[in-house]
C-alpha cells in the first residue's frame, strides 16, 4: 500500500491512463479485425474503405505510447498485404 501522498496520486494517475490505453487498444484491435472479418468473408471493397479508419487507430495508438512505431508499421503493412 502506498503511504505517501504522491504514491496515492500516482496509483490515481496510473489508473486513469490505463482505462486510457485499454480504451485505445480495444478500438485498434476492433478496426483490426472488422477488416480481418470483412476479407475472410469476401468483402474486400469494405475492407479498403475501413482501412483508412483502422490506421487512424493504430497511429494513435503508436503516439500515445500504447505500441511502438515499428509495431503500429507491421500492423499497417500487414493489413494492405490482406486487402490488396
Known amino acids: 500500500m502506498p503511504i505517501t501522498s504522491s504514491a496515492k496520486k ?10 486510457l490505453n ?4 480495444k478500438t485498434m484491435k476492433e ?3 472488422k477488416i480481418e472479418k470483412a476479407v475472410k468473408a469476401g468483402k474486400k471493397d469494405e475492407a479498403v474503405q475501413m482501412l483508412s479508419s483502422a490506421y487512424a487507430a ?4 503508436a503516439k500515445r505510447g500504447v505500441i511502438k512505431k515499428n509495431n503500429a508499421s507491421r500492423k ?3 493489413l494492405t498485404r490482406l486487402v490488396k
Open 10 to 19: 500516482a496509483i490515481r494517475v496510473s489508473k486513469r491512463k490505463k482505462v
Open 22 to 25: 485499454d480504451r485505445r487498444t
Open 31 to 33: 478496426a483490426v479485425k
Open 58 to 61: 493504430v497511429d494513435k495508438a
Open 76 to 78: 499497417k503493412a500487414r
